[in-house]
């Protein structure tokens, strides 16, 4: 099967705007999110939907093509697909036109060529740099030149709490795990040292840059965060740039992520000396954070806020609590949500992000989350703070907010626990009852 090849940037420019043509970028999340690829492209072509062949080997047979449709890639358009190697594209190619009979597939093969004629038909998300893949830590640990590299040095960080409540399917201890295998060189980050055991906000700030002196963080190096759980890093990442630490990244994927790739791992726990941490005079800074529920409540008043919920559904509409299995806070929290608070997604219990994750375990594009809070009437123009139950889930969608460029954002520190202790108004139920629950458009399994 001969397969229709554009080489022509201007016969591609003015597709481009084609109402019946939709361009694919297949390439790996960071190059489409801002990271510069083999070609030297930096972001993706405006108006590409995103479609890495890494995704292929992780749906359901029976759900591929309502997945690749629900991305965007429809039947009665023409699919344009481009890539830094067209060898990815021909292999999504083959899927879509043999596998699953698109009347009207192509390749375009020379985006190199137009990222240096047409660099405004580029678009790269503001602060992309926040994610960063495991081929790009993989290259920093061998000591190649790498995007975004401050040239400091850099620190990993495996993230959890040291003695972790269990679940009926995860009786398992975290620096246990992290002892039997982790990335080279990452030092074990315990949450529990920088948050308050008591309200579960975050500690008080010299406490937060004790414990980080004390595991060795350096603040003149690029600190590289990631954990099992998809939330502990980003609850961490969020700290530390709280505290002042100047250069945080989240690793887009977890452990599992970089072992299925074949990178190497190893047993032995790794410590560093400690540091005397310095910051700016301007931290901690307390404009991300809202501690106290009254302080939201009467911005709610005001027409000044939109609280977004990163609960399971059935939290939000009141089925079930959701720390059933976790004894330690189990009693302290009540069935319910706040006043007015909107769906924000989020996955199908605590420990789940489900609603951001691709089917490889990567970050999903930062377009498809903003379209999903668009649904929800959450705009880059509201001031919107994020919460969840205890603090932790609702960092993941703070930085995707960054990685946005929305500059109205903030977290909830206190969230349900500190709601629901408060006794402050609740969301009526009327608000919630019978509703359906909004599609992620992410249904691969």
């Not at 397969?3 to 960071?30: A, C, F, G, K």
């Not at 999504?92 to 985006?111: A, D, G, T």
């Amino acid at each position: 099967m001969s397969i229709n090849i554009y080489s022509d940037t201007e016969q591609i420019v003015q597709l481009i705007d084609n109402p019946l043509v939709q361009l694919v970028d297949t390439r790996q999340d960071s190059f489409f999110n801002g990271y510069t690829d083999d070609l030297g492209v930096k972001g993706h072509i405006i108006g590409s939907v995103q479609f890495p062949i890494e995704w292929l080997n992780n749906i359901n047979e029976n759900k591929l093509e309502s997945f690749i449709i629900n991305k965007g890639i429809p039947k009665n358009k023409e699919i344009i697909l481009y890539d830094a190697n067209p060898d990815r594209s021909i292999k999504f190619y083959h899927i879509l036109k043999e596998k699953l009979n698109f009347p009207f597939v192509s390749i375009f093969n020379n985006l190199g060529q137009l990222y240096k004629e047409r660099l405004d038909l580029f678009f790269q998300f503001p602060n992309f740099q926040y994610f960063v893949s495991p081929h790009w830590l993989k290259k920093l640990m061998s000591g190649e030149n790498v995007d975004q590299n401050n040239n400091n040095g850099y620190q990993i960080f495996e993230v959890n709490s040291s003695l972790i409540d269990t679940m009926p399917d995860e009786e398992f201890n975290a620096y246990d795990l992290y002892c039997q295998k982790h990335i080279p060189t990452a030092v074990y980050l315990n949450l529990n040292f920088l948050e308050d055991q008591n309200t579960l906000n975050i500690n008080n700030h010299d406490k937060v840059l004790s414990y980080l002196s004390q595991i060795g963080l350096d603040n003149c190096k690029t600190q590289i965060l990631y954990s099992r759980n998809p939330s502990a890093a980003a609850r961490a990442a969020f700290i530390l740039k709280w505290a002042g630490i100047e250069d945080v990244r989240l690793l887009n994927g977890s452990i599992g992520t970089w072992e299925k790739l074949g990178f190497p791992l190893e047993q032995k726990a790794n410590s560093s000396n400690k540091t005397n941490i310095q910051v700016s005079k301007d931290y901690p800074n307390e404009n991300m954070r809202i501690k106290d529920g009254r302080d939201i409540y009467n911005l709610q008043l005001e027409n000044k806020i939109k609280l977004v919920s990163v609960r399971s559904w059935e939290e939000h509409v009141g089925i079930k609590g959701g720390y059933e299995n976790l004894p330690s806070i189990a009693n302290d929290m009540t069935v319910g949500e706040p006043y007015n608070a909107i769906w924000g997604f989020a996955g199908s219990k605590i420990k789940k992000m489900e609603d951001y994750y691709d089917p490889d375990g990567s970050y999903r594009n930062p377009n498809e989350i903003a379209y999903l809070w668009r649904t929800q009437g959450i705009t880059p123009e509201d001031i919107v703070a994020f919460y969840c139950g205890t603090g932790w889930r609702a960092c993941l969608p703070y930085f995707y907010s960054l990685i946005l460029g929305w500059d109205n954002t903030c977290l909830y520190d206190g969230s349900w626990i500190d709601w629901q202790k408060k006794k402050l108004p609740r969301l009526d139920k009327k608000q919630v009852e019978n509703r359906v629950r909004p599609d992620n458009l992410n249904d691969y399994l």
